[in-house]
């Protein structure tokens, strides 16, 4: 009996010592499953190469006589922004069509441009399609942001109303403007900011001046922290240090109210400021396949 007694003991124990340790082992797992739950998927911005512009009349980018008799080459990348809840093309770059020629000089002499890739072959490498995009957003409507934006016309359109209505008046429509953005009949018009997926980390903000609706974008990354997307509100790292606009923007005040409104957000947000069009700038960031998170 006494023996009896003596085996039921350690087996009781034996038990609860095992039964314990796979409580300690469930515990962490279940643990570990909750930590991976909660950690925050985020966002993730891809570089790509929209082309290049050579500005062979450098003056035309103050409203004064700063930049007479220079030039300078412009980069021209446009951007791919994952979200756990959808993708977003932000800018086209230049003309489809320069992909494989020659540069091209515009009549009026001001700009040479070029471009060695077409946004298809560079998707690809992504392993994405235009089809695979939720939604395309440009600054501007301007022809070296758009050159690509017409393989996108299975998403939706985010552009300021002020902007839908300046491209698509019968004064446009016979520029050069507005044929890479003729396909794109599926609109959201926006009315000022707009946060895109709603939680704050991809939001479109109204910065007019350049055009009636121009727009940069804020962005919230989780290991890179905030960056702002200038658009055309700035050309130059000078033009932003000097508040300097050029000659033929759409209205120079709202431009300068423009700056203002940036610069404070810039700094409420202690983003960092990536200016589109400075080579100095996208040498800071990686490019596709390559990204920021």
């Not at 979200?83 to 086209?92: E, I, T």
């Not at 491209?167 to 003729?182: C, F, L, M, R, V």
């Not at 939680?199 to 702002?228: E, R, W």
Request: aromatic residues 10%; charged residues 25%.
């Amino acid at each position: 009996m006494k023996k009896l007694i003596i085996l039921l003991v350690v087996t009781l124990t034996f038990s609860s010592c095992k039964d314990f340790k796979e409580g300690v082992k469930d515990g962490y797992n279940d643990a570990q499953k909750e930590a991976k739950a909660s950690k925050k998927e985020g966002v993730k911005l891809y570089v790509l190469d929209g082309g290049k512009i050579r500005v062979n009349n450098l003056e035309l980018f103050s409203q004064d006589t700063t930049y007479t008799g220079q030039s300078k080459t412009f980069s021209n990348a446009f951007y791919v922004i994952e979200h756990p809840k959808g993708r977003m093309l932000w800018d086209a770059g230049l003309a489809e069509g320069l992909v494989g020629q020659e540069p091209f000089t515009t009549p009026n002499g001001a700009f040479t441009v070029s471009r060695n890739d077409s946004v298809i072959s560079q998707l690809a490498e992504l392993k994405l399609t235009p089809e695979d995009f939720d939604y395309i957003a440009v600054s501007h409507t301007h022809f070296d942001h758009t050159g690509s934006a017409s393989k996108f016309a299975a998403s939706t359109w985010l552009v300021q109303e002020a902007e839908y209505d300046f491209i698509t008046s019968e004064e446009q429509k016979k520029g050069d403007n507005y044929p890479p953005i003729a396909a794109l009949t599926k609109v959201q018009k926006l009315n000022g900011d707009h946060d895109v997926f709603g939680d704050g980390t991809v939001v479109i903000k109204s910065m007019p001046g350049h055009t009636p609706g121009h727009q940069v974008l804020f962005l919230k990354l989780n290991t890179y922290g905030n960056i702002l997307l200038t658009g055309d509100l700035y050309h130059l790292q000078e033009n932003r240090e000097h508040k300097r606009v050029p000659s033929f923007n759409f209205d120079a005040e709202m431009t300068l109210k423009s700056m203002e409104a940036f610069e404070a957000f810039a700094k409420e947000n202690n983003a960092d400021v990536f200016i589109q069009h400075s080579r100095e700038d996208l040498i800071r960031v990686p490019h596709s396949p390559n990204y920021l998170d």
